[in-house]
């Protein structure tokens, strides 16, 4: 039974699909840029062994639209990997907030779709978006087993003192406050990665996913816990469009100083924040290249977003007691070596130090890019949120 898998970040739409036993995918894609002027589609197959790229430059409004063209190129006739909506058995979402009761991959039913809908104020950058989705692929493929897997699933793992806000407990118990965070699905498979690399089970691990939206977990023998987004994926790093931690205070005066709404408020910290504030733009490829203009903004930029990401590398070596590696990983981990240069910069006191080369070289798969001597490994590990998602589904059906 082949699996198609989707992956709905707030910037882009990611997607494979597999067959039900192999791990390598019949065909992949990517929509990115997603309400940007300048949308890309790139949309990878095999075609009698060789490995063919579709790519599309076109502006994408929004995830609805950008599953349509999904669909579009799945079934095209030309280029289909599959001839029949039919042949996809298992369509796998990726679904970001699951908040108190959806803790764990689930099959989709009206009252998930319900309980996914209910968190739209909790994660409003991406539930609504998955939702669109979930209703997409059940037009498009209207036999297939729809299944939810929850960013949130892998940090209930988090102990109280970790999960709790120090406000009164019925905030909790009433109204659900508290941290559930979120790219779960990345930091276990990530986490799961560099185990197995360093032949560690019980490794001491920081994750730092940086996409656009950012987090970092402290992953001890595999289990999260503690992470830097909260309530929702607003809190902690500062990301490409989202401010991260900021003192509540600021919404406090700009509410009753300012005279700002609470959907003025939310549109800014969650829109129009982070690398857009300091820059004006949020994806990191054009803040290099304002950066290599000599922008001084672009710099103050990159400074904050690497020494906040700092921060809790000291945080979280601090509640683990010790360090085995930290974990680059995501659009922005993987792909930007000044990023990783700025956060490990005077980082020898926990024994992280990088080999300049190593980190300047692309290449695919995991890499260690620590100096050789370094006590604390820094690897940078790709991510694969879809496999990992394809495989709870596997797990699922099994039970
Ligand atoms: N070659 C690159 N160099 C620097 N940053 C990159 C590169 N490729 C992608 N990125 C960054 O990765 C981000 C997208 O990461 P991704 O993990 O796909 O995001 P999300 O899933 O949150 O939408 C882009 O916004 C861009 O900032
Ligand atoms: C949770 C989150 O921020 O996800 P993404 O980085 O895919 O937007
Ligand atoms: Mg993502």
Request: aromatic residues 6%.
């Amino acid at each position: 039974m082949n699996i198609f898998v989707i992956n709905s970040g707030s910037s882009s739409i990611k997607y494979q699909l597999f067959t039900a036993t192999n791990e390598a995918p019949l065909c992949s894609g990517l929509v990115e840029r997603i309400g940007l002027a300048d949308g890309h589609i790139t949309h990878k197959f095999l075609r009698d062994g060789q490995e063919v790229v579709i790519n599309i430059d076109r502006p994408v409004a929004d995830h609805e639209a950008g599953m349509l063209e999904i669909g579009e190129l799945l079934t095209r006739p030309d280029i289909a990997v599959i001839h029949h909506a039919g042949e996809i058995g298992v369509v796998g979402h990726r679904v970001v907030h699951g908040g108190e009761t959806l803790t764990r991959t689930t099959v989709i039913t009206p009252d998930v779709k319900a309980k996914i809908k209910d968190l739209y104020p909790l994660a409003p950058l991406h539930n609504p978006g998955h939702y669109k989705g979930i209703e997409v692929a059940e037009k498009i493929f209207p036999q297939a087993i729809q299944i939810a897997v929850f960013d949130t699933a892998f940090h209930q793992t988090l102990p109280a003192k970790a999960f709790h806000y120090a406000i009164p407990e019925s905030f909790y118990k009433d109204f659900g406050i508290r941290v559930y965070g979120f790219h779960g699905i990345s930091h276990q498979y990530v986490s799961g990665k560099a185990m197995s690399f360093l032949g560690k089970p019980d490794a001491r691990l920081i994750t730092i996913h940086l996409g656009n939206g950012c987090s970092m977990a402290a992953v001890q023998a595999g289990r999260s816990i503690d992470t830097s987004m909260g309530l929702t994926p607003l809190d902690g790093l500062v990301m490409g469009t989202r401010s991260g931690s900021i003192d509540a205070s600021v919404l406090l005066y700009l509410m009753e100083q300012k005279q700002f709404s609470a959907a003025q408020l939310s549109t800014l910290l969650n829109k129009q924040s982070g690398m857009t504030g300091l820059t004006g733009h949020s994806d990191m490829r054009d803040i290099t290249q304002q950066l290599q203009a000599g922008d001084p903004q672009a710099q103050l930029a990159y400074a904050l977003y690497a020494y906040r990401i700092k921060k809790f590398i000291g945080a979280y070596a601090a509640a683990m007691n010790g360090l085995d590696a930290i974990v680059f990983t995501a659009g922005v981990g993987e792909n930007d070596p000044l990023v990783r240069e700025l956060v490990c910069k005077d980082m020898d006191f926990l024994g992280i130090a990088l080999d300049a080369t190593r980190n300047a070289t692309r290449e695919p798969g995991i890499r260690d890019i620590s100096a050789h001597d370094a006590k604390t490994k820094v690897l940078v590990v790709p991510t694969n949120e879809e496999l990992e998602i394809a495989r709870q589904c596997r797990t699922l059906l099994e039970e």
